[in-house]
């Protein structure tokens, strides 16, 4: 049963510290997003990357978010330093998009529920 | 960008009733899926429907792309059945999903 993972599954943390969230797509899936969902904000797209190339991290705040993948079966975001306006859950999606199998469909994690103090 | 509306915003039912949901967007969509948020707060794929119809159990999706609405429908609705339904929708060339604000479902016994 292939599915998206993610870790920690929780992460309590005090202002200024980094925190860095892991996801392992599906495998196969060649599009990696990652989404943050806040009771203000609903579900919002923060960055996602093609074939381990960012495409698009527009919805990201440059100055303390970073996200990278360091190789295929690893998604990475990083905040440094945390502030507690970041405290909500994120989640990674993947996809396998373009070409001849192509759906689109994204398959979501469980989500990493940050808290910062 | 796309508006993604979603109505009802809250819904309560007794445990066997009947319910539509609606999505209605401001665009024409490329991708449209339909998502349960449970009340553990997993995201789980219910329907990839751009357009048509489709079934799984007691749920099923019709999207009119050409009127730019989708409707979800839960039949002989159950407990487990509670939590938040999100429509998503896909434009452009953009991989970009664009969700709706969702509708709270809550099934009573």
């Known amino acids: 049963d292939a599915r998206v993972t993610q870790t920690p599954r929780d992460k309590v943390t005090e202002m200024g510290q980094e925190v860095t969230m892991r996801c392992q797509p599906i495998?196969?899936?060649?599009?990696v997003f990652w989404y943050r969902q806040t009771m203000m904000q609903g579900l919002e797209l923060l960055a996602y990357?093609?074939?381990?190339?960012?495409?698009?991290d527009s919805g990201m705040p440059k100055d303390r978010f970073s996200a990278e993948m360091p190789d295929a079966t690893l998604a990475t975001l990083k905040i440094q330093p945390s502030e507690p306006r970041d405290s909500a859950v994120y989640f990674c999606?993947?996809?396998?998009?373009?070409?001849?199998?192509?759906?689109?469909?994204?398959?979501f994690g469980p989500g990493t529920r940050l808290t910062v103090l | 960008g796309i508006q993604v509306e979603q109505s009802p915003p809250d819904l309560i039912l007794q445990e066997g009733a009947n319910s539509t949901l609606r999505c209605n967007f401001s665009?024409?969509?490329?991708?449209l899926q339909w998502f349960h948020q449970n009340p553990w707060g997993q995201l789980i794929n219910l329907f990839y429907?751009?357009?048509g119809t489709k079934q799984n159990g007691r749920l099923s999706a019709t999207t009119v792309a050409t009127e730019r609405y989708s409707l979800l429908y839960i039949s002989s609705s159950q407990t487990t059945d509670s939590g938040v339904y999100f429509c998503?929708?896909?434009?452009?060339?953009?991989?970009?999903?664009?969700f709706g604000t969702g509708t709270r479902l809550q099934v009573t016994l």
């Open positions: 495998l196969g899936h060649n599009t």
């Open positions: 990357f093609r074939n381990r190339a960012p495409l698009d």
């Open positions: 998503a929708v896909l434009t452009g060339t953009a991989s970009k999903l664009t």
């Open positions: 429907i751009p357009s």
């Open positions: 665009d024409s969509v490329n991708n």
């Open positions: 999606a993947s996809a396998q998009s373009g070409g001849g199998y192509s759906t689109d469909t994204q398959y």
